[in-house]
């Protein structure tokens, strides 16, 4: 996978430009991370690239069944420690119970 930060810009909307098939480069992802432009205090855009390996077979023919792939972000250390050590202990009365029922 890949990943890609840049500011952002409303014309900077397609990865691979406009009409991805006849670009020639200069309007793409890879000219505009070339910039090298500060992100700090700004709106920004990320830009990601996944790929997955199909092994195609019999039931894919005549129409593929869907395909799916997808990320997730998840901060690592972004506390200095677990925020639910700092809430209130439960007490036995907040905690549900089991009883048999009346019949």
Known sequence: MQIWVT???????????LLAY????D??????SQRDRSIEDKDIVLW???GFHHIPCQEDFPIMPTVS?????????????N?????LPNYEKD???CAPSAS
């Open 69 to 81: 792939a997808s990320f997730h972000l998840k901060p690592i250390n972004f506390f200095e420690s």
């Open 22 to 25: 006849q670009s020639e480069g």
């Open 7 to 17: 500011p952002y810009n409303r014309n900077e909307e397609w990865a691979g430009g």
């Open 95 to 97: 905690l549900p119970t």
């Open 83 to 87: 925020p639910i050590l700092r809430t």
């Open 48 to 50: 990601y690239a996944l």
């Open 27 to 32: 309007d793409t992802l890879a000219v505009w």
